[in-house]
């Protein structure tokens, strides 16, 4: 198995931050009821992972096996999962008693753990998950199943937003959260333009056909938006978003900060707008994003940016935080039957 050693496994770890490296772990070789062994076979990195590497993440002690958009096989066979069994890995794990998890909202259970930042992730050969949050991959094309959490994200706050045909709609910030929130809004058959002041991002996401618009040079329609979202995690960016939502339009914040937002109330008022929050995803959107990969509607193809082996990671995870603009998607291979 690639990245086991004997009854060891090597795991990604940050230690501190700035700090990535190699460690050796007990190979897993039980899981608890309910739960059941998964060796990955891949793991996406994501904004989350570079906060983490920068020591910018509110929510992470150190050190951290980091991974959360996660792709593997059963390990073992279970009452419910055969031995071999391609699986994509929900890293949300909630509790399913607070009020949140009895409305069917896990993806903001009051008590969330998500992998790879609240406890250890799955940057590693093997990774023991609740049963529960697991989903058949068997239907997905071969590499594709590590990009379906991160493009769920996007695909839930489309979801929450409704966005109808023929709806105009910002997406401001075009990392790959601001991407997959396209992609999916374009699914619905509305407009789509992508927004961001970062000229190698708008040159990464260029390939995908939306209205491309520099957030310092280019102006915007006037009138406003039906729909707008922020993927920018950029506290003066969400601000500066009031104000291109049309009367009667929706404001959804996919990004978080850590800093106050305010807003005029006359305005928001006046456009009678809704204002909306949207947090990690729920199994029916990881189920939306595995139905579009697919059968195309996706190009997963254009979303990868690179693929790299577990062992180069510690090398290259400084020069892939500084070029993360210029990148999509990086996937790092841990098996070898993704």
């Not at 697919?294 to 020069?319: H, Y």
Request: charged share 20%.
């Amino acid at each position: 198995m690639d990245g086991a050693v004997g009854l060891t496994m090597l795991c990604g770890s940050c230690a501190a931050p700035g700090q990535f490296t190699l460690t050796q772990r007990p190979l897993p070789q039980t899981a608890p009821e309910g739960w059941v062994l998964v060796d990955i076979d891949a793991v996406g990195l994501c904004g989350t992972d570079f906060h983490i590497f920068e020591g910018k993440h509110p929510f992470l002690d150190y050190p951290r096996v980091i991974g959360h958009e996660l792709s593997g096989h059963v390990a073992q066979a279970t009452g419910v999962w055969s031995q071999g069994a391609p699986v994509v890995i929900n890293p949300y794990l909630s509790c399913g008693i607070c009020i949140a998890c009895c409305k069917g909202k896990p993806n903001c259970c009051t008590d969330i753990a998500v992998l790879g930042v609240h406890r250890d992730g799955g940057m590693c050969a093997r990774i023991a998950v609740p049963s529960g949050n697991l989903y058949d991959a068997s239907t997905l094309p071969k590499g594709v199943a590590v990009l379906t959490e991160f493009l769920a994200i996007g695909a839930h706050a489309v979801r929450r937003a409704a966005p109808q045909a023929g709806d105009s709609v910002l997406v401001t910030g075009a990392g790959p959260i601001g991407l997959g929130v396209a992609l999916f809004a374009r699914a619905r058959g509305a407009t789509v333009h992508l927004r961001d002041a970062s000229s190698a991002r708008l040159d990464a996401a260029a390939g995908f056909g939306f209205a491309l618009r520099h957030g310092v040079t280019d102006p915007l329609p006037e009138g406003g938006f039906d729909v707008v979202f922020d993927a920018t995690g950029n506290s003066r960016a969400i601000q500066d978003g009031f104000a291109h939502v049309a009367h009667g339009g929706t404001y959804v914040l996919v990004s978080v900060v850590k800093d106050d937002i305010t807003f005029s109330d006359p305005e928001f008022h006046k456009r009678e707008m809704t204002l909306m929050g949207s947090r990690n995803a729920t199994a029916e959107d990881f189920a939306t994003v595995m139905r579009a990969l697919s059968d195309g509607t996706i190009d997963a193809g254009r979303i990868i940016s690179e693929t790299l082996p577990l062992a180069d990671l510690p090398a290259r995870f400084p020069a892939l935080v500084a070029d993360r603009e210029a990148l999509i998607k990086v996937v790092v291979q841990i098996g070898d039957r993704s």
